[in-house]
């Protein structure tokens, strides 16, 4: 699924009021299907550590398909993708990056 910078600046938006609701600070980062950046957003003062962080959890998410929080389960010692965060120049399996679907 493609997704227009229309819609990544709406989703953006929509996190921004999400994050603003739980009172989060939050880098916020939106990817298209082949999962390349399309929206960024960093809400003042959110974690400079967390930029990277923010694109790597969407990018998890999009090449899975699944919550990185799900993933994240999957990857525990013992489970079957254990290890898998140091594939594909670095996963995050932690929850927080959602599919677009």
Known sequence: MGISLEQAQAAVQAAHQKALAIGVKMNIAIVDAGANL???ARMDDAW????DISIKKAKTARFFDMPTGDLGKASQPGGPLFNIE???GGLITFPGG???K
């Not at 400079?48 to 930029?51: E, N, R, V």
């Open 86 to 88: 140091v594939s594909n």
């Open 48 to 51: 400079l550590g967390s930029l």
């Open 98 to 100: 959602l599919p677009i």
């Open 38 to 40: 399309v929206a960024f």
